[in-house]
């Protein structure tokens, strides 16, 4: 609702009777009509322009000049006849209360603001909103305008007199027209909240409400009911040695987490599902005429295609403060399902082996590798002492000490020889024969001693290269002392690895069997319908604030 600017100085011009106009009488001056202030400085009148004739049907009455003499009554009249219409009277009774007149009636309203020089039919010029204080300037150019509007004159339209308009009776206060007026905008603002509801539901229905019940539609009535069979099983050690310290306040099963977590990548490969469809036959389950559309496979479906499907139906969790991996296979026929999860626990199994048999093997064929290049580098040992053990002297020094004791024999027999000959020479007549025989034996016992000494003179000059030969063969011997050690530490490791392999056997044990279910598990109706609700109001959300925000952007 719009209301007219209200300022405390109203100035008001009378307008110029039609008389006036036409006999050339000056108009009379304008009042200025304050709240209480004095009257404001008269402004010069100017002549009416002399109105153009127009048709008779169209011409509009003009008021007459307010009268000094006649009766209320006879203006009152002369005012009825004059046919102006309801809403001009209202408005005059309007401008009569908020210029403090006391009227009676509308009519009454009408000769008391022509009695106080106001037209309650022309329309407010914004200029004589100005105050008089104004500049110089502001004066003159709003007296310009004050003369052009005097010079136009504005009166109600006239009615038939045949037709029965007659204006209404009905007066309303200002307090009424106000509670009308809320009383409009209430209505409005209740149809735009009206529209802007039902604006918001019908997007709703749109992007909520419909794909919501699309969704509820193909959960209960044309999605394929689907079996889900349960099965768990176990990856543990063969024989399992306790820890000290943090280690034994652990599961034992967390050792053997690596294991775990092989056979379950393993079981989610693509790998597992080529060996599943060719030995129960995988594809050809879920290409099935009987799966809805949405869930079934093509005739003849790609690797890639069906391993989609395969991580949607086939579900397998670890757990590693239990150490069991839990599997879910889901299908269209129970036993179809259950087959499925029999197969995929016989892989899990034969992974298993294969896993720790190559571990048991790595490490055996490392253990045996390092006994057979210590066997190797000990009989390399053994031939170079025995090598060296023959081109050289075992003991020189033993065989210095022999020759000495040999020449010391010598000297003894040769000393022996000399008293014998001696012996004999000493008798007057001796035995030619034996002289000739102990001579001998003098003289043969000198050549053994010179030879010996000759010998034992070698021996000395050689001893050096005798000493090297004995260093050699100590260092031969402590290299075959060492290759002793090393082929005993790789016997040992080797027993102790067979150990070791034996406790590091991996095995698998089922927990929980799979078994058919009678009731189907999948589709869950109900949940599935409320969370396509949820997803479907969050993107609808989402969106909304986008556009909210986007909108509030561009407008500032």
Same mark, same amino acid.
């Given at each position: 609702?719009?209301? $007219?600017?209200? &300022? $405390? ?55 007459p000049a307010p009268s000094t003499s006649g009766s209320p009554d006879t203006d009152i009249d002369a005012i009825k006849r004059e046919g102006l219409t309801g809403r001009q009277l209202r408005l005059a009774r309007r401008m009569a209360q908020k210029h403090g007149l006391a009227a009676t009636s509308d009519y009454d309203a009408v000769r008391l603001l022509r009695n106080a020089g106001i037209d309650p039919f022309q329309r407010t010029n914004m200029l004589d ?33 045949? =037709? ?10 200002? *307090? ?10 209430? =209505? ?7 529209? #802007?509801?039902?604006?918001?539901? *019908?997007?709703? /229905? ?8 699309? &969704? ?21 050690? &063969?024989?399992? @040695?306790?820890? /000290? ?22 079981? @989610? ?13 995988? $594809?050809?389950?879920? +290409? ?7 869930? %079934? ?10 391993? =989609? ?5 086939? =579900? ?43 571990? #048991?093997?790595?490490?055996? !064929? ?21 090598? $060296? ?18 020449? +010391? ?23 030619? &024969? ?8 003098? !003289? ?20 050096? /290269?005798?000493?090297?030969?004995? *260093? ?33 056997? %991996? ?16 589709? !869950? ?30 407008? +500032?």
């Open positions: 609702m719009t209301t $007219k600017p209200k &300022a $405390k100085k109203f100035r008001i011009r009378r307008s110029v009777p039609q008389s006036a106009a036409e006999t050339g009488a000056p108009a009379p001056k304008p009042r200025v009509v304050t709240g209480g202030a004095t009257p404001a400085q008269p402004v010069e009148s100017v002549q009416p322009q002399q109105a153009a004739p127009q048709p008779a049907q169209a011409a509009t009455p003009k008021p909103l100005l105050p008089n204080d104004q500049g110089s300037e502001g004066n003159e150019e709003t007296g310009k305008s004050n003369k052009m509007s005097i010079g136009r004159i504005q009166l109600p339209q006239t009615m038939p007199v045949d =037709k029965a308009n007659l204006p209404s009776t009905e007066t309303r206060s200002p *307090a009424e027209m106000r509670a009308m007026e809320i009383g409009e905008i209430q =209505k409005d603002i209740a149809r735009r909240r009206r529209r #802007r509801l039902l604006l918001l539901l *019908a997007r709703l /229905s749109a992007f909520v409400f419909l794909p919501t019940i699309f &969704a509820a539609w193909y959960f209960y009535g044309v999605a394929t009911p689907m079996y889900a069979t349960k099965s768990a099983f176990l990856v543990q050690q &063969a024989d399992s @040695t306790g820890g /000290s310290g943090l280690g034994s306040l652990l599961p034992s099963q967390l050792n053997a987490n690596q294991d775990a977590i092989a056979v379950q990548d393993y079981l @989610t490969s693509k790998d597992a599902m080529i060996r599943l469809d060719s030995d129960v036959g995988f $594809k050809s389950h879920f +290409s099935d005429q009987s799966i809805d559309p949405i869930q %079934r496979l093509d005739p003849t479906p790609s690797n890639e295609e069906a391993y =989609k499907l395969y991580k949607k139906f086939v =579900k397998i969790g670890y757990d590693p403060t239990e150490g069991s991996v839990r599997m879910e296979v889901i299908a269209a026929d129970p036993s179809v399902a259950t087959a499925f999860s029999r197969a995929l626990i016989t892989y899990a199994e034969e992974r298993v082996d294969a896993l720790s048999q190559r571990k #048991r093997e790595d490490q055996m !064929r490392d253990a045996r590798r390092s006994l057979e290049e210590a066997k190797d580098e000990r009989r390399e040992a053994q031939l170079a002492l025995v090598e $060296k053990q023959q081109n050289a002297v075992v003991d020189p020094d033993g065989v210095i000490a022999s020759r000495r004791q040999q020449i +010391s024999n010598v000297q003894v027999q040769l000393q022996e020889k000399e008293l014998q000959l001696a012996a004999l020479l000493d008798n007057t007549r001796p035995n030619q &024969a034996r002289v000739e025989g102990v001579k001998g034996d003098v !003289r043969r016992l000198e050549n053994l001693l010179a030879n010996l000494e000759a010998q034992m003179r070698e021996a000395t000059e050689g001893e050096a /290269s005798l000493a090297a030969q004995a *260093a050699e063969i100590q260092i031969a011997q402590a290299d075959l002392a060492t290759a002793d050690l090393i082929m005993q530490s790789a016997l040992q490791t080797l027993k102790q690895t067979e150990l070791e392999a034996s406790r590091q056997v %991996r095995y698998l044990t089922t927990s929980v069997e799979p078994v058919a279910s009678e009731d189907a598990s999948y589709p !869950r109706s109900f949940e599935n319908t409320i969370l396509a609700f949820l997803i479907f109001s969050g993107i609808y959300l989402m969106i909304s604030l986008t556009a909210s925000i986007l909108r509030e952007q561009v407008s +500032s």
